[in-house]
Every structure is written in structure tokens, then in C-alpha cells.
């Protein structure tokens, strides 16, 4: 699998689950989840593990998390004849970050 960290635009359905992303200029719609699941990022690199908050004086973790789905996506639209004839598709790994709200395309496998 190709590794990437390329911002997309992604739409979920009603399951939250990726629905469709526009990758480079171009439309992909998700055929199937291969899988779903959480990391944590490195907490071990943060001075203690944990910092403590200025408002309020409460521990907040350094932890960062992302959700990652890895789906089976095919191209939407056609862009010419000759696309349209050809079936296009790939394994994706799509990141969703919480700490600020964006999707990323991190691996790809077609």
C-alpha cells in the first residue's frame, strides 16, 4: 500500500461511515468498509503523558486520535468515453482527525 497524506473531502452517510471523497479532482463513491478502527497517537513522546490545563487546573491527555476506514471505492463520474469503459477502483485508508476535523488520505492500494 502507497502511503499519503493528501487532504480530501469526504461525505458520510447516514451510518457516518464514508460515503463518497474527492481525491485529486476526482469523485471516488465507496463500494464497501474493509474495516474501521481507532489509534492513539504516541503518548509516550509528550514530556509526562499528560499536561495540566490552565483554565482550571485539570489534566487534559496529549493523546491525539484518529479514526481510520479502510474502504473499496470505485470512480464516480466519468471524466471521458474511454474512462467510463474502463472500471476503475482501489483500497483506500481514509483518516478523520479529532483534533482538528480533517479528513486525510493516507494509503491507497489500486
Do not use: N
Not at 36 to 51: C, F, L, V, Y
Not at 66 to 86: M, T
Amino acid at each position: 500500500m502507497r502511503q499519503y497524506d493528501d487532504p480530501v473531502e469526504v461525505r458520510r452517510d447516514d451510518a457516518e461511515d464514508p460515503e463518497q471523497f474527492l481525491w485529486r479532482g476526482r469523485l471516488w463513491k465507496v463500494r464497501a468498509v474493509v474495516a474501521h478502527w481507532i489509534e492513539t497517537g504516541p503518548w509516550w513522546q509528550g514530556a509526562s503523558g499528560r499536561a495540566e490545563e490552565e483554565a482550571g487546573g485539570s489534566l487534559v491527555d496529549l493523546v491525539t486520535e484518529r479514526e481510520l476506514w479502510r474502504v473499496e471505492a470505485g470512480r464516480g463520474i466519468p471524466v471521458d468515453e474511454r474512462e467510463s469503459q474502463r472500471e476503475t477502483y482501489g483500497v483506500f485508508d481514509l483518516s478523520f482527525d479529532w483534533t482538528d476535523g480533517r479528513w486525510q488520505l493516507v494509503g491507497c492500494q489500486d
